[in-house]
C-alpha cells in the first residue's frame, strides 16, 4: 500500500483519506438505517400478525365453540384469501387440526399462535403465517435509494474536497518552497499574507520564525566574524579541543609559530600532541586528559616543535568552554613562546652565578675602589680647574685646592665643608668687578636644575674666571647637586685678543689690512653720505718693488715695507685710515676732505717715501712710489668702484713716470689704456673659453719625515698678450670674485683635478681652494658627486680647502658646503686659518678635517715670539678637537725644526718644493705607470 500511498501528493492523500471516512460514515449509515428498518417493520408485520390473530380468534369463538367446522373454514378461507396471510391454521383444544390453508411457512416468515378463550375457558388456537417478501422489497428499495443519495454525496464532496485541498495544498507549498529556500541559505525568504485560518497563522509563525532565524544567523555572522577577528589574529596559538580530544579549530598562528597550515593540523595531526617535544609529550599527555575533564589551567611549561625541526619554549594556558545549557563542549587552550622567558631565566641563573663568584671578589674592589678614590681626588687636587661641588640644599660638599686658589680663599682657617655655597664665595679675598651681577647669577644657578650657560666672573684685578654649572643627579635621575667648574681664561681672553689684533693688522707692518679698510671704507662713505662731505681713497704701492724682492730676497722687502709704514704713519692724522691691501699695495682713507688736503697729503707721501733713506746688507736703496687720488662720490658711488678708481689714478701716475701721484680722470688717454688692461671679466672669459688656465702643483709633506703627503693645485692664467708669461691668481681671483666668474673657475680647477686623479690612479691626494662665493652655490656638492662618480675615484684622493675669512662670513653656508664635502668623503681643509676674527671660536662649528695656518705666523717664526705663542696655540686647540695641523710658507730649516717641536703634522713652502705645473710626483708616477 506504501508503494502507491506515499508518492501521492498532499491534495490526493486529503482527498481519498476525507473520501474514505465519508465513504465509511455513508456504509455505515446505510447499514445501520436497513437494520434499523428492518427491525421496524419486523414489529409492525408482528403486531399486524398479532392483531389480526386475535380478530380471527374472536371471530372463531363461536364456532370453535359450537364447531362449526365450516364456519371455521369459511373465516380462515376469507381471511387468507382478503390479507398477505401465506396460512392460516385453526387447531382444536386438542391439538388437532380443524382446517388449514395456504402453504407452510420458511424460516424467515412472521408466524403467531393465539388461543381461542371464550368465557375463560379454551377451545383451541389459531396459528397465522405472514410471509417476509415484503419486508426484503422494502429493504431493497430502501438500499438503492440510499446507495443512489451517498454516491452523490460522496461526488459532491469529492468536487469540494478538491476544491478547498487546491487552495490549501497550494498555500502549504508556498510555505514548503520557502522552507526549501531558506534552507538553501535563502534567508530574505517572506510569504505574503494568506488569511486569518490556521494556514495564515502558520504562515505569520513561518514569516516571523523566518525573521528571527534571518537575524539569529545574522548575528551568528557577527559573533563568528568578531570571533575570528580576535582569535585568528592574536599573537599566540589558539585552538579548541572537543571533550574527546579531537581538533575543532585553530587558529592560523600555528602556521607563523610551527609552520604547519591549519589544513594539516585539522586532517592528519593528532594536534597538538604530535607537535610536543618527545621528552615532554608524556607529562603532556597526562595534563591533556586532566583538562579535558573540564579543568582550567595557565602557565603550563614545555617545548613545542615546528615544521623545520626546531624547537621552543612556550606556556599553556586553557578553560573549559560550555554552551548556553551549561553543556560541556571541550575546552580552549592557547600556546604562546617564552623562549625570551627562558633566555632570561638563564641570563638570571648565569648572573647569580656571577654574582656569587664576584662575592669572592668584593673586598678586592672595596679595595681598588678606596685607591680609586684617593686618586681621583688626587686627579682633581692637581687640576687648573677649580671645582665645587655644592648639595641640593646650597652646602658645598667637595672642593679642590684649585677653586680655593682661584677664589683666594684661605684654606688654613675652618673647614668649608658644609657651609653655604654663597658664604664660602664671600670668604674670597679677590674683589668682584660687579658684585650686583655675580648675586643674582648665583641665586638663579641655586634654584636651577638645568645645564646653565658658561658666565663670566671679572675680577678687579683684571682676571677672567669662567663658571660652569652642571646638575648631579643619582640613578633614579633625581636632582642631588651642583658640580661647578671654574676656570682661569685670563691668558686665553689675552691671547684671543691677540688674535682679533691680528685679524684686522697686517702682521708684518701693523697697520690694518684689507678687511678692516673695507670696513672703515665702508663706514666712511656711510658718514660722508649723512654729512654731505667728501671722502678720498688713495692707493699706492712701491715702484720696482718686485726687483728689489727678488734680488735681496723677502727679508730686504719685508724690511722696506716696515720703513714706509713707520714713514707714512707718521703723516697721516688721527682720523685718515692708513692701510696695507697686500704685498707692496697700500691705501689711505681720508674722511671729510676740505679743499685740497688729499692732494696736499698726496705729494707729502710721494716725498717722503723718496727721501727714505734705505740701506740693506751695504747697499743703498732708492725708493719711489706712485699714488693714486679717488673722490667720493664725485668719481664712484660704491665702495667697488671707487677703490677702482683710485687704483686707475694709480696707473696713471705710473704712466706719467712713476714717482709722482695723480687725481682719477676719466677723460684722460691714459685712462682708457688702463681700462683696457683691468677688464678682467673679458679677460677671464676668455681664459676659460681658450683654455688659457693652467695649473701648477705644490707639495704638502709630512713634518715628521718628510714624505709627500698630498698635492695643492694652484692656478695660473696664461697672458693671451704675453704667452710666455703666467699671471698670478692675486691678479685676477678677487675680480673674478667681484664679477661672479669665480664660480666657472672653481669649477674648472675641480673638473682638472678630478680628471688628473682619474687618469693617474698613483699619484697623491690634490687640494683644490674654494672661493668664497662658491660656499653658497648648492649645486655644487652635487657637481662634485657626479664629477666623481663619472670618473670613479676615490672621493678622499680630493681634498677641498675652504679659507677661513670666507667660511666665517658666512657660517651656515660654510656648515652645509663642509658637511656636503664630508659626506660625500672628501677632505676639507679650513685655509689661512688664523686670520679670521674669533679663531677658535668658530672652529668647534665647523667641522673640518686639517685646518692651515697662515703664512703670517709662519713667516719669520724663529725670530717671532708673538707668532711662537699663536701658532702652538693654534696647534694645540686643533689637535685637541681631532684635527690635523698644516703650516704654509716655510722657507728655511729653523721654523720646519720649530714646527715639528710644535707637534704639526703637515708642511708646505718653498723649503720643501715650488708650485710648479710637472710636479715630480705626477711625472714619475706617470712614467712608472707608462713603463709598466
Not at 689661512?832 to 685646518?851: P, Q, R, W
Request: glycine share 6%; proline share 3%.
Amino acid at each position: 500500500m506504501k508503494a502507491w500511498w506515499n508518492p501521492l501528493s498532499l491534495r490526493y492523500k486529503l482527498t481519498l483519506a476525507a473520501l474514505a471516512v465519508e465513504g465509511v460514515m455513508l456504509a455505515f449509515l446505510i447499514w445501520n438505517g436497513v437494520d434499523v428498518s428492518r427491525d421496524a417493520m419486523r414489529k409492525q408485520a408482528e403486531q399486524r400478525l398479532h392483531e389480526i390473530a386475535i380478530t380471527l380468534a374472536v371471530a372463531l369463538q363461536a364456532p370453535l365453540s359450537q364447531q362449526d367446522d365450516a364456519s371455521i373454514r369459511d373465516i380462515a378461507d376469507s381471511l387468507k384469501r382478503d390479507s398477505d396471510l401465506k396460512m392460516v391454521t385453526v387447531r382444536d383444544n386438542n391439538g388437532h387440526i380443524v382446517h388449514q390453508t395456504g402453504e407452510a411457512g420458511a424460516g424467515s416468515d412472521f408466524s403467531t399462535r393465539v388461543p381461542v378463550v371464550l368465557a375463560g375457558q379454551r377451545y383451541g388456537e389459531i396459528s397465522l403465517v405472514l410471509p417476509d417478501d415484503f419486508l426484503q422489497e422494502t429493504q431493497t428499495r430502501y438500499l438503492r435509494h440510499s446507495l443512489t443519495i451517498a454516491l452523490v454525496a460522496v461526488l459532491l464532496t469529492a468536487i469540494l474536497l478538491a476544491l478547498s485541498a487546491t487552495g490549501v495544498v497550494r498555500r502549504f507549498e508556498a510555505l514548503t518552497r520557502a522552507s526549501t529556500r531558506m534552507a538553501q541559505g535563502d534567508l530574505d525568504v517572506r510569504i505574503e499574507h494568506a488569511g486569518e485560518d490556521e494556514i495564515g497563522q502558520l504562515v505569520e509563525t513561518f514569516n516571523l520564525m523566518a525573521e528571527s532565524v534571518r537575524f539569529n544567523v545574522q548575528r551568528a555572522r557577527e559573533n563568528e566574524a568578531r570571533f575570528h577577528a580576535i582569535a585568528d589574529y592574536t599573537h599566540d596559538l589558539e585552538f579548541w579541543l572537543s571533550p574527546e580530544g579531537r581538533l575543532l579549530w585553530v587558529n592560523p598562528s600555528v602556521e607563523r609559530m610551527l609552520g604547519y597550515s591549519v589544513g594539516t593540523c585539522m586532517g592528519k595531526m593528532d594536534f597538538p600532541i604530535d607537535v610536543i617535544h618527545p621528552e615532554d609529550r608524556t607529562a603532556a599527555e597526562f595534563q591533556l586528559r586532566q583538562a579535558l575533564r573540564g579543568t582550567s589551567g595557565q602557565g603550563y611549561a614545555l617545548r613545542i616543535c615546528r615544521k623545520d625541526g626546531g624547537h621552543f619554549w612556550a606556556a599553556a594556558n586553557w578553560q573549559p568552554i560550555h554552551d548556553y545549557n551549561g553543556v560541556y563542549q571541550g575546552i580552549r587552550a592557547s600556546i604562546h613562546s617564552i623562549d625570551d622567558l627562558k633566555a632570561t631565566e638563564a641570563s638570571l641563573r648565569e648572573a647569580v652565578n656571577e654574582l656569587r663568584a664576584a662575592e669572592s671578589l668584593q673586598r678586592k674592589y672595596l679595595e681598588e675602589t678606596e685607591q680609586e678614590r684617593a686618586r681621583l681626588i688626587s686627579l682633581l687636587s692637581a687640576m687648573n680647574l677649580g671645582i665645587l661641588f655644592v648639595a641640593a640644599d646650597g652646602r658645598v660638599i667637595y672642593h679642590n685646592p684649585a677653586f680655593t686658589r682661584m677664589w683666594m680663599i684661605d684654606e688654613e682657617g675652618e673647614s668649608l665643608i658644609g657651609q653655604q655655597a654663597r658664604d664660602v664665595l664671600a670668604k674670597s679675598a679677590s674683589t668682584l668687578a660687579r658684585p650686583d651681577h655675580f648675586s643674582r647669577h648665583l641665586l638663579s644657578v641655586l634654584e636651577t636644575r638645568e645645564l646653565s650657560d658658561s658666565y663670566e666672573i671679572q675680577m678687579t684685578d683684571g682676571r677672567v674666571i669662567t663658571e660652569l654649572d652642571y646638575p648631579v643627579r643619582d640613578r633614579e635621575g633625581r636632582f642631588i647637586g651642583h658640580l661647578w667648574i671654574y676656570e682661569d681664561v685670563t691668558r686665553e681672553r689675552q691671547t684671543a685678543e691677540q688674535l682679533v689684533y691680528l685679524a684686522e693688522r697686517d702682521p708684518l707692518t701693523g697697520l690694518y689690512n684689507r678687511h678692516r679698510f673695507q670696513q672703515e671704507l665702508t663706514r666712511t662713505m656711510l658718514e660722508s653720505d649723512r654729512h654731505q662731505m667728501r671722502a678720498a681713497v688713495m692707493f699706492f704701492d712701491l715702484d720696482e718693488f718686485k726687483t728689489i724682492n727678488d734680488t735681496y730676497g723677502h727679508r730686504a722687502g719685508d724690511a722696506l715695507l716696515i720703513r714706509v709704514a713707520g714713514e707714512i704713519g707718521a703723516l697721516v692724522r688721527r682720523n685718515e685710515v692708513l692701510a696695507r691691501l697686500g704685498g707692496d699695495e697700500f691705501a689711505i682713507l681720508l674722511p671729510g676732505v676740505h679743499n685740497n688736503e688729499a692732494e696736499t697729503l698726496a705729494e707729502r707721501v710721494v716725498r717722503a717715501i723718496a727721501q727714505i733713506p734705505f740701506r740693506f746688507e751695504g747697499q743703498n736703496l732708492r725708493l719711489t712710489t706712485s699714488l693714486g687720488i679717488a673722490y667720493y662720490p664725485m668719481h664712484a658711488t660704491d665702495a667697488d668702484e671707487l677703490v677702482a678708481r683710485a687704483d686707475i689714478a694709480m696707473y696713471q701716475a705710473k704712466t706719467a713716470g712713476k714717482n709722482t701721484w695723480r687725481v682719477y680722470r676719466a677723460d684722460d688717454e691714459a685712462d682708457s689704456e688702463m681700462r683696457s688692461r683691468l677688464t678682467w671679466g673679458e679677460r677671464i672669459s676668455n681664459a676659460l673659453d681658450k683654455d688659457l688656465f693652467q695649473l701648477h702643483f705644490q707639495g704638502v709633506y709630512r713634518a715628521e719625515d718628510g714624505t709627500l703627503a698630498h698635492l695643492e693645485a694652484l692656478i695660473r692664467m696664461i697672458d693671451e698678450r704675453e704667452p710666455g708669461h703666467l699671471i698670478m691668481p692675486g691678479h685676477f681671483i678677487p675680480l673674478a670674485e667681484k664679477s661672479g666668474r669665480i664660480l666657472d673657475i672653481d669649477r674648472w680647477v675641480i673638473r682638472q683635478v678630478v680628471r688628473m686623479l682619474a687618469s693617474n690612479p698613483d699619484i697623491p691626494p690634490i687640494a683644490v681652494n674654494l672661493s668664497g662665493r662658491s660656499l653658497s652655490e648648492p649645486d655644487l656638492p652635487q657637481f662634485i658627486s657626479e664629477e666623481l662618480r663619472v670618473s670613479r675615484i676615490v672621493p678622499s684622493r680630493l681634498i677641498v680647502e675652504i679659507t677661513e675669512t670666507a667660511a666665517v662670513s658666512d657660517l651656515h653656508d660654510a656648515q652645509r658646503m663642509i658637511e656636503a664635502l664630508g659626506q660625500l668623503g672628501c677632505g676639507v681643509s679650513l685655509d689661512d686659518f688664523g686670520v679670521g676674527f674669533a679663531s677658535f671660536a668658530y672652529l668647534k662649528h665647523l667641522n673640518v678635517d686639517t685646518i692651515k695656518i697662515d703664512g703670517i705666523f709662519i713667516r719669520d717664526l724663529p725670530s717671532d715670539p708673538d707668532n711662537q705663542v699663536f701658532v702652538q696655540a693654534m696647534v694645540s686647540v686643533a689637535l685637541g678637537l681631532g684635527k690635523s695641523v698644516i703650516a704654509e710658507y716655510v722657507e728655511d730649516g729653523k721654523t720646519l725644526a720649530l714646527l715639528r717641536n710644535y707637534g704639526v703634522d703637515l708642511v708646505q713652502g718653498y723649503f720643501l718644493d715650488r708650485p710648479v705645473a710637472l710636479h715630480p710626483a705626477i711625472v714619475s708616477r706617470q712614467q712608472a705607470a707608462s713603463s709598466s
